[in-house]
Nanobody, 116 residues
Framework: QVQLVESGGGLVQAGESLRLSCAAS????????MGWYRQTPGKQRELVAT???????DYADSVKGRFTITSDNSKNMVYLQMNSLKPEDTAVYYC??????????WGQGTQVTVSS
């Protein structure tokens, strides 16, 4: 089992920045990638950004150039630096880990609200 705890969400104005953090604990040795997803009411959860253990990153087109995902493998942490936030970035942001066996774990989510 892996436990994920997100932090750093909040209410900001358009154009401002936030940094999300996610701490993984438990069976972290099998993690192959970590990532951030987001979800708004009535919509499917969508990819924001992922980073592999080797450092390869992937971003949704909507956040490229504004968001940066980083990780600290020694601490089993993943971060999401979000700059130039827009109202459409408002969502619950979830941390996810992917493991060697193909299983995945999700955090409980953290709310990000961007006012115009």
């Amino acid at each position: 089992q892996v436990q994920l705890v997100e932090s750093g969400g909040g209410l900001v104005q358009a154009g401002e920045s936030l940094r999300l953090s996610c701490a993984a604990s438990g069976r972290t040795s099998s993690i192959t990638a970590m990532g951030w997803y987001r979800q708004t009411p009535g919509k499917q959860r969508e990819l924001v950004a992922t980073i592999s253990r080797t450092g390869r990153t992937d971003y949704a087109d909507s956040v490229k150039g504004r968001f940066t995902i980083t990780s600290d493998n020694s601490k089993n942490m993943v971060y999401l630096q979000m700059n130039s936030l827009k109202p459409e970035d408002t969502a619950v942001y979830y941390c996810k880990t992917r493991h060697v066996a193909g299983n995945e774990y999700w955090g409980q989510g953290t709310q990000v609200t961007v006012s115009s």
